[in-house]
């Protein structure tokens, strides 16, 4: 009896520990197929390199490396770095800190969606393309100031930022995109450059 009940002890244990989407053994650090190193310590993300990050998907399959690791809240990527990849950082929603370089010419679509406690993060003046979706549902994202060398806003780049109340739109914008800003409920401020030629679809919808 009492080797039944062990049996059965061990076998909840196996089972509770490998529940699916949830690494066994994840490692904390490694290169990339892009030639980045990336490393967690503590809470801390640090991706280091020259060049573009590889893209990723939102999937579990495809997904990035540290997204086995959901209790990040600091992000550092190194100067040098160009490219984040598409949803590098997607539902990583502990994140509260973002450093990036002033290398960075492009962020990718979904690249930092559902951060829900990202309140805050400086885009450098160097970039010029940020892709859609890629700041949404950043539930608490307050202020964004969009760079002057990015003339587009794409689709949905910053939709269901619940708590954005600021967003500075450089002149040379030229389109606004479907749903760019679609439910940004609490959006008091935002000025439409003379350059704008097009808005889409919904772009301000349930602001």
């Not at 540290?66 to 949803?87: K, L, M, N, Q």
């Not at 290398?103 to 690249?111: D, E, P, V, W, Y």
């Not at 993060?121 to 700041?135: K, M």
Request: with cysteine; net charge negative.
């Amino acid at each position: 009896m009492k080797r039944t009940i062990s049996a059965l002890l061990v076998l909840l244990l196996i089972m509770s520990v490998m529940q699916p989407g949830i690494p066994v053994h994840a490692s904390t650090s490694g290169v990339g197929e892009d030639g980045l190193r990336w490393s967690v310590d503590g809470n801390t993300l640090t991706i280091t390199g020259t060049g573009k990050m590889k893209n990723y998907s939102a999937d579990w399959v495809g997904h990035s490396p540290w997204r086995s690791f959901p209790g990040i809240t600091r992000v550092y990527i190194s100067e040098g770095i160009t490219h984040i990849g598409a949803a590098a950082f997607y539902d990583l929603n502990n994140i509260v800190e973002v450093s990036l370089p002033s290398t960075l010419t492009s962020i990718g679509g979904l690249a930092f969606a559902r951060c829900t406690d990202l309140k805050q993060i400086e885009i450098p003046s160097s970039v010029t393309r940020i892709g859609n979706n890629a700041f949404e549902d950043c539930l608490f994202l307050e202020n964004i100031l969009i760079p002057s060398g990015v003339t587009v806003v794409e689709f949905s780049t910053f939709s269901a930022c619940g708590a954005l109340r600021e967003v500075i739109l450089p002149e040379g914008i030229t389109s606004i995109g479907n749903f760019a800003f679609y439910k940004c409920g609490a959006l008091e401020n935002i000025e439409i450059p003379k350059t704008v030629e097009t808005i889409g679809h919904r772009a301000f919808a349930m602001c």
